[in-house]
């Protein structure tokens, strides 16, 4: 077979070398305990410590306001329950208002509207916004559900599935006039190395991170955490990470998300036009040469992530062209990684009013920096082939003529 074309990166990115590289002397050689006080746990502990500095300079925050975490799900449940449980202990000493409402959005990722959900069977009181076909979340709902008791607001910067890019200063602006007390928290673990993220200028109280979406390792993040923001640790045991996450913390990890920020940092101009123009071919091309195709997410190529494709095609199932795309040597996605072999369409497709049956047509391409024009091209040669067997396998056989179909058992 021919070298794979990948078009996956919405899922997880290879391991840039440069990375890698980086990483090394904290596997072979400074491998200490950074809370120990003798040499090997101190060289431990500059890395650490660098590793921070460099997080929080790119984000536009102080290093004492990141907490490193295992990854993007932890850092959102850690936001959201850690402020839950925070104002719930902060209202009963009375040194908070009481409050017992939470707002997000109906297509975040399942690492919040799970723990949503496990925040309703405790008591507090959820609100979903809706989002209109393009998967915007409606400012005006978000108005209207604010009220006392709100205390925090968590809405994702970049949609991991059709890339709708939210007005997250907008949104934060709004809550912090009309309720001053709410936490605002975005899910940014798409958005970090494609958008330019700076906190104050977004006006997030908190924000989460994945090191394995920017082509660092996989096992760590970050969660941004502004000073005096009511938090209460989820992980407890050490006093690690400033008592909000204790465990001893994986260094190397560390210093790989500090890096591969670093690099998409410095890489951002030059790494943006390239995915870009890919990912505009998909948008120009696709839905001429694949007839009954419809673009999920927004049709403007600024309103989306910059390497996001998404699509819904007419007549056939998802996951049938992904398993002949990969047999194509073509990587590819039906939806949210996280959700891959559920039987039911996404739930980010059901709130933007697609269909049932033409969600579960679903695609989803995200290309990244290693791609080349030449990926694109086997794509859009493969693609359409597939997509028209698979349609003349569902349609109905014709019976001859005077040929009754037997009998069948009727189901239980």
């Known amino acids: 077979m021919d070298r794979r074309t990948y078009l996956d990166h919405a899922a997880t990115t290879p391991l840039d070398p440069r990375v890698l590289e980086a990483t090394l002397p904290y596997l072979r050689t400074h491998w200490g305990n950074p809370s120990s006080i003798y040499a090997e746990g101190r060289e431990a502990r500059r890395g650490l410590d660098d590793a921070r500095r460099t997080v929080a300079e790119l984000l536009g925050a102080k290093p004492n306001e990141i907490v490193f975490t295992s990854g993007g799900s932890e850092s959102d449940n850690s936001a959201l329950r850690g402020v839950a449980q925070a104002v719930r202990q902060r209202s009963r000493a009375g040194g908070l208002p009481t409050g017992r409402h939470v707002i997000t959005s109906a297509i975040e990722h399942h690492a919040i509207l799970h723990t949503a959900e496990e925040l309703e069977a405790e008591g507090v009181r959820v609100t979903y916004l809706p989002v209109d076909g393009t998967g915007l979340v409606d400012v005006n709902a978000l108005e209207r559900a604010l009220d006392d008791e709100t205390i925090l607001v968590s809405i994702m910067y970049g949609n991991n599935e059709v890339g709708t890019i939210e007005p997250i200063a907008e949104m934060a602006r709004l809550v912090k006039a009309r309720q001053p007390h709410a936490v605002f928290h975005t899910d940014a673990v798409q958005a970090v190395g494609a958008l330019d993220i700076d906190v104050d200028r977004l006006g997030v109280d908190m924000l989460s991170i994945a090191a394995h979406k920017l082509y660092g390792p996989r096992g760590i993040g970050a969660l941004y955490l502004r000073t005096r923001t009511p938090f209460h640790p989820q992980s407890l045991g050490g006093g690690q990470e400033r008592n909000r996450r204790a465990g001893t913390e994986n260094v190397a990890g560390a210093v790989g998300l500090a890096t591969a920020m670093r690099l998409a940092h410095e890489e951002r101009v030059s790494r943006t036009a390239h995915i870009r123009a890919l990912r505009d071919r998909l948008l120009g091309e696709l839905p001429d040469l694949v007839p009954g195709t419809q673009v999920t997410g927004p049709r403007d190529p600024e309103a989306r992530l910059p390497n996001n494709f998404s699509c819904c095609f007419e007549d056939v199932e998802g996951e049938a062209v992904l398993l002949q795309l990969d047999l194509a040597g073509v990587a590819a996605s039906s939806g949210s990684a996280c959700t891959s072999g559920s039987l039911d369409p996404s739930h980010v497709l059901k709130a933007m009013g697609i269909p049932t049956d ?55």
Do not use: C, F, H, W
């Open 358 to 412: 033409l969600a579960r047509g679903s695609l989803r391409l995200t290309v990244g920096k290693d791609n080349t024009q030449e990926d694109i091209d086997r794509l859009l040669a493969v693609l359409p082939g597939i997509v028209q067997r698979l349609r003349n396998l569902s349609l109905p056989t014709e019976r001859p003529a005077g040929v009754t179909p037997p009998a069948t058992r009727a189901s239980r």
